[in-house]
């Protein structure tokens, strides 16, 4: 009896492991699973592509699902880590990276995905955009979007407050300090209207490029020591901690998301962060306050003593295809994301998505959309987002650092220690 | 050759394991395996992603969550909300539960049953939602609280202060699951006859003599069921810190050993850690199971 569960034990511990499998080999019709984000603008074009694509591709059926963008990366972890991830799948380059290394995505067949050879694919985006899907030569994912942030700003709230929006907004962000004490309105300690607010958990595209204005960096050149130059970090936390609660009291990550709260136009908020995208938000959700013009688009804040002009980091969102799915079904797979990125002008104009293509930049549509030249100067001063296969852990450990400043009531000398010590450590172990 | 006898009691004994047959089946793919794989995981380097073959590391996994400051800050979180909702949990039941089979009118009693039970229905993930927006400054939590005492305008920092939120998950939890154990002490009260509480108060008992001299002691095994229920419960909570956190809260005050599991494993791929650190926390909820068995030694209660 003992023998025979300890049998069973072990077969059981042992079955999982070799379900694990390689591309299935798969015949007769095709059924792509595609897992997305939510965004109503761009589900209505893009059911409308699906069914012009299974018209014209019979034998090709397409699964889209949308999740909540803050639930998409650990959905398809898991998904994959049950070897039954979707066939097509986007989540930020940030996260995507470890599919890459991990040998979990196909690369691009140019020619499914309508390219003649894969130097005509490399020369449609603008310079650089595919390096961070880029392993070994091969290409593993097409951009969906890329997304810089500026500063989005209600006018009628800089003027409700005595200030002229087009001459006062914030260049630097000690300007954006002292703007958002003018801006804000309280009622005791709880902030009725704030003047601008974060958006917290977005520590690699928008906290990071703050550290780096300061000379700053998460890693070394040498790619060796984590956190490089402890003043710039101290200085900056130092600044979240006067952010905060129990310094000036102008934000805090506890209020709720200011980006949202912009479309609203409810006087609760006068400027937030966030992408061209949210161009196309307003104008659904708040079509009064879009037409209105109360709105504005102004550049990425620097510190005041920036060592470097450094902008918001840019993201992007890359379609991948699943190792393991058939040979038959990444090829499919690949003519439909084509097929879906073949509509550059539409992603744009109808859903404020910019796919990094050379001749979208050259378009008239893009450059008729209100404040792009903004976004296209943020670019310039900005880079990709910081990737690598740990990336998320160090995201993680920014956070913990800005957290116990701003909300923990810890020093910003004890928790850059408690950062570079973690950071380190964490490098190390990539070595 | 000589036959082999089996008593009446064995072949009872194989019927009985025949009926146990499924239970034991069910538990053993959906308890023990987990459990025996998640020990086999902690000894390897695996990652989510990686389809290469993990790195045997021995007892590394442990090794290195012994030495780290923030497992360390894990254990003081759990066993601070532990201790912070399991005691108050205990307590509170029992006395509503008192309170209310000492009510005389049922429907009364009904509907404080219904009342407190309500919460104990609702996912935990929705309740932890419903007071994420209580506890927004601007929400219902500072503006009952500052005109309950007259303090208009004080923000009470529900989630952005590091003892306040640890607080605010404790009450989320004792207003989930305390209708839930009131009604775990309602049925015990319900077994012990009153013929025991008649024949005391002609011997000249008080209420509160009663309730020390026969209801705790008769309640004993209810208690004891109770506490490592409730124990267990808050050793593993999960939900409200991690919704709690994904609002915006600190997340070192309330990263309870469950959500460093889920970063580690999750968020930073690092399952043969994670692993590691769901072993400990099984051999913790074992320990002070046992040690509950051991120390309130419950004995049947036969009337």
């Known amino acids: 009896m003992k023998k025979t569960v300890l049998v069973l034990i072990a077969l059981m511990l042992f079955i999982a492991p070799l379900a694990a499998q390689g591309p299935k080999e798969e015949q007769g019709p095709i059924v792509l699973k595609y897992w997305t984000h939510e965004d109503p603008n761009r589900t209505r074009i893009e059911d409308r592509y699906i069914q012009e694509f299974q018209a014209a591709n019979p034998n090709i059926t397409i699964e889209r699902t949308t999740q909540a963008s803050t639930k998409m990366m650990e959905l398809v972890q898991t998904a994959f880590a049950a070897n039954s991830g979707p066939?097509?799948?986007?989540?930020?380059i940030e996260d995507e990276y470890q599919y890459i290394v991990n040998g979990r995505v196909a690369p691009v067949n140019p020619q499914a995905a309508g390219y003649k050879d894969l130097k005509d694919l490399l020369d449609t985006y603008t310079d650089g955009i595919l390096d961070p899907v880029t392993l070994d030569?091969?290409?593993?994912?097409?951009?969906?979007?890329?997304?810089n942030w500026c500063i989005f700003i209600n006018k009628k709230v800089f003027r409700s407050a005595g200030l002229d929006p087009e001459k006062d907004y914030p260049k630097t962000w000690e300007e954006m300090a002292d703007l958002s004490e003018k801006l804000v309105i309280r009622d005791g300690d709880i902030l009725i209207r704030r003047g601008f607010d974060f958006r917290y958990p977005y520590y690699l595209v928008a906290f990071l490029p703050m550290v780096e204005q300061l000379g700053g960096q998460l890693i070394s050149d040498d790619g060796?020591?984590?956190?490089?130059?402890?003043?710039?970090w101290l200085k900056f936390l130092t600044f979240m901690q006067q952010w905060g609660p129990s310094g000036r009291n102008l934000g805090s990550p506890t209020y709720k998301n200011a980006r949202n709260l912009f479309n609203k136009d409810n006087n609760d908020i006068a400027m937030a962060t966030t992408g061209l995208y949210q161009i196309g938000r307003i104008r659904a959700e708040n079509p009064a306050f879009y037409n209105s013009k109360e709105w504005m688009v102004v550049p990425f804040p620097v510190f005041k003593d920036a060592v470097q002009d450094v902008a918001a980091s840019f993201y992007g969102h890359y379609l991948m295809v699943n190792?393991?799915?058939s040979k038959a079904t990444q090829d499919a797979a690949w003519k439909f994301i084509g097929y879906m990125l073949s509509h550059a002008e539409e992603?744009?104009?109808e859903v404020s998505l910019i796919q990094p293509k050379k001749a979208l930049f050259a378009s008239d549509a893009y450059k008729n959309i209100p404040y792009s030249d903004v976004f296209t100067k943020d670019f310039d001063r900005g880079h990709i987002v910081y990737y690598g296969a740990a990336s998320a852990e160090f995201q993680t450990l920014i956070r913990s650092a800005v957290e116990s400043v701003i909300l923990s009531?810890?020093?910003?000398e004890k928790a850059l220690a408690t950062l570079k010590r973690d950071a380190q450590e964490l490098l190390d172990e990539q070595l | 050759m000589k036959r082999k006898y089996i008593g009446i009691e064995r072949k009872e004994a194989r019927w009985g394991f025949a009926f146990t047959v499924p239970a034991i089946l069910f538990f053993s793919l959906f308890s023990f395996y987990p459990i025996l794989n998640a020990l086999y995981t902690s000894m390897f380097d695996k990652r989510v992603l990686s389809?290469?073959?993990?790195?045997?590391?021995?007892?590394?996994?442990y090794s290195y969550i012994f030495t780290s400051p923030d497992f360390w800050n894990s254990i003081r979180a759990t066993f601070v909300f532990t201790l912070g909702t399991f005691l108050p949990i205990v307590i509170f039941s029992l006395m509503l539960a008192v309170f209310m089979v000492n009510l005389k009118s049922n429907k009364v009693r009904g509907f404080f049953q219904i009342a407190y039970y309500t919460p104990a229905v609702i996912s935990s993930v929705v309740a932890a939602a419903i007071w994420l927006i209580m506890f927004d400054p601007r929400g219902l939590g500072n503006q009952w609280l500052n005109a309950l005492l007259r303090t208009p305008g004080v923000d009470r920092k529900w989630l952005a202060d590091a003892t306040m939120v640890q607080v605010s998950t404790m009450v989320v939890y004792f207003w989930k699951y305390i209708g839930y154990f009131v009604v775990l002490f309602i049925t015990g009260l319900s077994a012990i006859p009153p013929a025991i509480y008649e024949a005391a108060t002609i011997d000249g008992s008080s209420k509160w003599q009663a309730f020390w001299r026969i209801t705790l002691p008769l309640l004993k095994p209810t208690v004891v069921l109770v506490s490592i229920m409730a124990m267990l419960q808050c050793l593993k909570t999960f939900s409200t810190q991690y919704l709690f956190v994904q609002g915006g809260a600190p997340r070192a005050p309330i990263n309870v050993i469950t959500l460093n599991i889920y970063t580690t494993g999750i968020r930073n791929q690092r399952i043969g850690r994670a692993s590691a650190m769901s072993i400990v926390l099984f051999l913790i909820m074992l320990l002070f199971t046992w040690m509950q068995f051991r120390f309130s030694k419950s004995e049947e209660v036969e009337y």
């Open chain 1, 87 to 92: 066939d097509i799948f986007n989540i930020s």
């Open chain 1, 137 to 147: 030569g091969n290409v593993y994912g097409l951009p969906l979007e890329l997304t």
């Open chain 1, 224 to 232: 060796k020591t984590a956190i490089v130059n402890e003043q710039a």
């Open chain 1, 323 to 325: 190792a393991q799915s």
């Open chain 1, 347 to 349: 992603y744009l104009t």
């Open chain 1, 409 to 412: 009531g810890e020093t910003p």
């Open chain 2, 51 to 61: 389809l290469a073959a993990p790195k045997f590391m021995g007892f590394g996994n």
